[in-house]
């Protein structure tokens, strides 16, 4: 249950954190030899739900409006998100056996490091509405880099909107919008795994890793959206470099 709680918690905060939740879901179990429930695939169905369920209580809002006024927003919203899904629907099987290696990802931690610090030194000048067609389908595609852990689908999503002259808040707007439908999708592909598999699971564990992930993701958004206002994403790179050290040094130490 303790692990269930730490892991939800984990989750909710690394989601939106440009620091990849998949790595740290992958990585700590790995780390302290938990094992069980916690460290399958199908506990992160839990986690994620419980994300997508911050995002839908944060963005709402958003989402009314873009059915009822911001069809145009929608429609970019839509597709940036074809990449993802297909590349999710057509790999997520090479990607769930061959690319949850830590050596893999703490090359992917300090590779898209050095893109969100790059990032930042571009012009920063669009709001969201002024997203247009190719700014739309280059985050789509850099979203679906997301799938290798490590990536972060927010802190690729969140750059390649920097690089297309979003501001940086703007950026992270578009980038939790666009990933509502991916979460809701890959969700719904594991739970349906889930029903058809003939294991039995704890469902209690998934209860507590479901709520926990969903109150620290709230929190989580709420966070990030007030830091990209004011600061850059350096912060976080850091925490990337430091985390890739630690993963090679247990990796050596192991060895």
């Known amino acids: 249950m303790t692990e269930a709680i730490i892991l939800g918690i984990i989750q909710g905060f690394t989601e939106f954190f440009p620091v990849s939740s998949t790595a740290h879901l992958i990585l700590f179990p790995w780390f302290f030899g938990w094992k069980g429930v916690v460290n399958t695939l ?11 369920t911050a995002l839908l209580f944060c963005f709402w809002k958003d989402w009314v409006e873009l059915f009822t006024k911001k069809q145009k927003l929608l429609g970019m919203i839509l597709l940036s998100s074809i ?9 997520n099987d090479i990607v769930e056996k061959s690319l949850r290696e830590p050596f893999l990802i703490s090359i992917m931690l300090i590779s898209v490091g050095f893109i969100m610090l ?3 030194k571009a012009k920063k000048y669009k709001d969201i509405e002024k997203i247009d067609f190719m700014d739309a389908l280059t985050i789509g595609i850099a979203q679906a880099t997301a799938l290798i852990p490590g990536v972060s689908r927010s802190g690729i999503t969140i750059s390649a909107g920097l690089f297309k002259g979003l501001k940086r808040d703007t950026s992270a707007r578009f980038s939790f919008l666009l990933s509502t439908p991916i979460i809701a999708g890959a969700t719904t592909l594991h739970f349906k795994k889930l029903l058809t598999s003939q294991e039995s699971y704890d469902l209690q564990l998934f209860a507590v890793g479901f709520f926990a992930s969903s109150i620290t993701g709230f929190i989580a ?3 990030l959206m007030s830091f990209l206002r004011k600061y850059p994403l350096n912060l976080f790179v850091y925490y990337r470099f430091i985390l890739a050290v630690v993963i090679i040094a247990g990796i050596w130490l192991r060895g």
């Open 118 to 120: 790059a990032s930042e």
């Open 42 to 52: 199908t506990f992160d169905i839990a986690l994620h739900g419980g994300t997508l």
């Open 221 to 223: 958004i709420k966070v």
């Open 83 to 91: 990449p993802a899904g297909a590349a999710g629907f057509l790999l």
